[in-house]
């Protein structure tokens, strides 16, 4: 029967080409004209601009670009090359004769986005010595020590209650159990280092004594990171992205087996949702934690130990949580694993009114596009519901 194939990825080509007997030759050199492509390259010179679109061209594919490009009317444009991953590679190769208007850098990032493209980009965290492979989409579990979690309030703030919660995450196949101190819920009240080590660090101490499990500790205090990192945690989890303590750098430059989570948002629990607004919430979320990502760099901490999240919730209005699960795909752009934190979060209640503890189903779905999106993190309250419906995503996928 004729159809128009599913093809989400170069594995899926290869299998589909070798299903018609095409030679291994042939499969290698046709998969990945059937991954069709658009790549958006901001800020452009003109010269560069001019060069990409008759590049494109000549190889048969396109390049869109302002329409002053071509009269010289304006200086800098943003360009959408379209085309597939095998003009991409033709391009990339044009690319090495090159050398003016800044094209060899765009030649570097269009050879990382190939690797995005070809499914070649393999991440893995050192967790304080412990490996972590992100080759499928793993399960961070939520325990919020906290009497004001939007979820679940004062729900473990009790040792005992925090470890039976810690003991059923693990039992149910949790890869990380991130322990939080301080709601950051929108409107949540700050709390001393003080009270936040008295809640995470006993527990900590707890878990320790009886799992090697992956911690993290969702801090953006320095004093807070380095002593979870003293009492056995293995990764920082920072809604401030380094911006909210300046020592919190020198915690991971005192710590170079530590990686960091790097979020967006906009304003503090107490302000972000006071009007939040964005021209182009993708674009600039992705602008944000790429500086940030170069700040890490620049001062010691390497991008093998970095992840990012663009923050569902955090000054985002409900356009914008929808638009950054619609288009996930783009931040893998920024070169190092993603996390997305969107459990029980407001904006689901907002599609089918419901309480937080209500949210599960909304939640399975935002696990269910993370998955189809690449996202190598998610962090959820309930695990063993979003571990069993990843287990069946990956079974199907991995059919062949």
């Known amino acids: 029967m004729n159809r128009i194939l599913n093809i ?62 071509v009269n010289g009317k304006e200086e800098i444009s943003d360009v959408i090359l379209l085309g597939n991953a095998d003009k991409i590679k033709k391009l990339i190769k044009k690319l090495n004769y090159q050398t003016i208007f800044d094209l060899p850098k765009i030649q570097a990032d269009l050879q990382e986005m190939l690797k995005d493209l070809l499914g070649k980009r393999k991440h893995s965290l050192n967790c304080a010595g412990k490996n972590l492979a992100l080759n499928k989409t793993r399960v961070m579990g939520i325990l919020n020590v906290t009497p004001d979690s939007f979820s679940d309030g004062s729900k473990f703030i009790g040792l005992d209650s925090a470890i039976a919660q810690a003991k059923e995450m693990i039992a149910a196949n949790v890869d990380i159990i991130d322990i939080g101190g301080e709601s950051t819920r929108p409107g949540a009240e700050p709390v001393t280092a003080e009270e936040e080590l008295k809640r995470v660090i006993p527990v900590i101490k707890a878990i320790r004594k009886f799992s090697d499990v992956i911690i993290s500790i969702d801090t953006f205090k320095a004093v807070v990171a380095k002593e979870a990192i003293a009492a056995g945690a293995d990764i920082i989890n920072d809604i401030s992205a380094l911006e909210g303590d300046e020592n919190m750098l020198q915690v991971l430059q005192e710590n170079p087996n530590i990686p960091i989570i790097l979020m967006h948002k906009k304003g503090t629990p107490q302000t972000m949702q006071i009007n939040p607004y964005y021209d182009d919430v993708i674009e600039e979320i992705s602008t944000y934690l790429a500086e940030r990502i170069n700040f890490c760099e620049t001062n010691g901490v390497s991008k093998e130990r970095i992840v990012v999240d663009p923050g569902i919730g955090f000054g985002k209005r409900q356009e914008d949580n929808l638009k950054i699960l619609q288009r996930l795909k783009e931040f893998h752009a920024l070169g190092v694993p993603v996390l997305l934190g969107a459990s029980r979060k407001g904006f689901i209640g907002k599609i089918y009114e419901s309480t937080p503890a209500e949210r599960e189903d909304g939640t399975l779905a935002t696990t269910a596009v993370a998955f189809e999106s690449g996202v190598q993190i998610v962090r959820v309250h309930s695990v063993q519901s979003n571990v069993r419906l990843l287990q069946i995503l990956q079974a199907i996928k991995d059919v062949k």
């Open 8 to 69: 989400k990825n170069i594995e899926d080509a290869r299998e589909e080409l070798k299903k018609i007997k095409v030679s291994s030759q042939g499969v290698e050199v046709m998969a990945p004209k059937a991954l069709g492509c658009s790549i958006k390259l901001t800020g452009v010179k003109l010269g560069a601009a001019n060069i990409l679109k008759q590049e494109m061209l000549g190889i048969g594919g396109d390049a869109a670009v302002a329409r002053g490009v």
